[in-house]
């Protein structure tokens, strides 16, 4: 445990323990209070909050004042245009450097989709390298890089009593490399891994691999952001060979979410 700030923390590195917190079969985890600015950008401008009395805070058909309605479509832009544009970033940079595995894609995408034709949802769901692909991703640079929790009460998870009113981390990337769970070569892009799907991939401990978190916080939107991700990277695959520029410089980096610190310079060839 340490302290940062006002608040103690604790990481939580044993993913038996990462699964207890996430279930939270007790209910005495929580998100963190956010602090004051974070606050202030959730709920917009004081201006806008002054307004409680316009027509425009009645309550809609699903019980949602416009204004709570514009909050929640905020949080799926946040929490689902960046984390996205992460994952794809990182498989573009991949695949540059491992061509092997880029033409395997576009093999495929050009097997499963066609030659000519734009991908379709059925299409989509075939792709078995791909999805091999993605996962290996978001293995090895999980666009959150970890989860955050706090205790509203006092509580035991494992050995560890925890008084109320800690910072709890629960690091995915960390636990992404852990080489007791994934080899002496959880640094290396092996997409094989996932050859079998996820759940054999991380044999060791079902939250070897939680990109998208776990439990009842678990993302929501993992499908569509895949689907997403297959979507693009197929139609990229389809149309474009590409390489790293020798200007680009491998330095991951977070802020916020996990980034190519000084960009992804990549030299695209229309096929
Ligand atoms: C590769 C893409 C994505 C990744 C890696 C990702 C990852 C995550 C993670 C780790 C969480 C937190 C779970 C927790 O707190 O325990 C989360 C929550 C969430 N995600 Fe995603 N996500 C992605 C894409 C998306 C997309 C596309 C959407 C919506 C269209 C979305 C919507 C949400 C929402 C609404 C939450 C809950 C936010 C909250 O209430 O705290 N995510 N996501």
Redesign the pocket.
């Known amino acids: 445990m340490f302290w940062f700030g006002k608040t103690p923390k604790v990481i939580i590195k044993d993913p038996e323990l990462i699964q207890e917190v ?1 279930s939270n079969k007790l209910g005495h985890f929580g ?1 963190p209070p956010l602090n004051p600015l974070i606050l202030i950008l959730a709920r917009g401008s004081n201006e806008q909050n002054n307004q409680s009395e316009s027509t425009s805070s009645k309550k809609g058909d699903h019980g949602l004042t416009i204004e709570e309605v514009i909050e929640e479509c905020k ?2 832009y946040v ?2 245009q960046e ?2 544009s992460s ?1 794809l970033t990182w498989t573009m940079i991949v695949l540059a450097m491992h061509p092997d595995w880029q033409e395997k894609a576009r093999q495929e995408v050009m097997q499963v989709c066609g030659k000519d034709e734009e991908p379709t949802f059925e299409a989509l769901t075939h792709l078995k390298i791909v999805t091999m692909i993605l996962n290996e991703v ?1 293995r090895l640079y ?3 890089i970890a ?1 955050y929790q706090h205790t509203y009460r006092e509580t035991k998870i494992g050995n560890l009593s925890l008084p109320a009113g800690v910072d709890v981390t629960l690091p995915i990337l960390l636990i992404h490399h852990d080489t007791q769970l994934w080899g002496n070569d959880a640094d290396e892009f092996k997409p094989e891994r996932f050859s079998e799907g996820v759940a054999k991939a991380s044999s060791k401990h079902r939250l070897a691999f939680f ?3 776990w439990g009842p ?6 499908q ?2 895949i689907l ?1 991700a297959k979507m693009a990277l197929a139609m990229i695959l389809h149309n474009f060979s590409f390489k790293l520029s020798p200007s680009y410089a491998h330095a991951p980096n977070t802020v916020m979410l996990l980034q190519p610190q000084h960009g992804a310079q990549l030299i695209l060839h229309k096929l």
């Open positions: 996430l998100k949080v799926f929490a689902g984390t996205t994952l978001l999980p666009p959150a989860l990109p998208f978190g916080r678990t993302c929501i939107g993992q569509f952001a997403e």
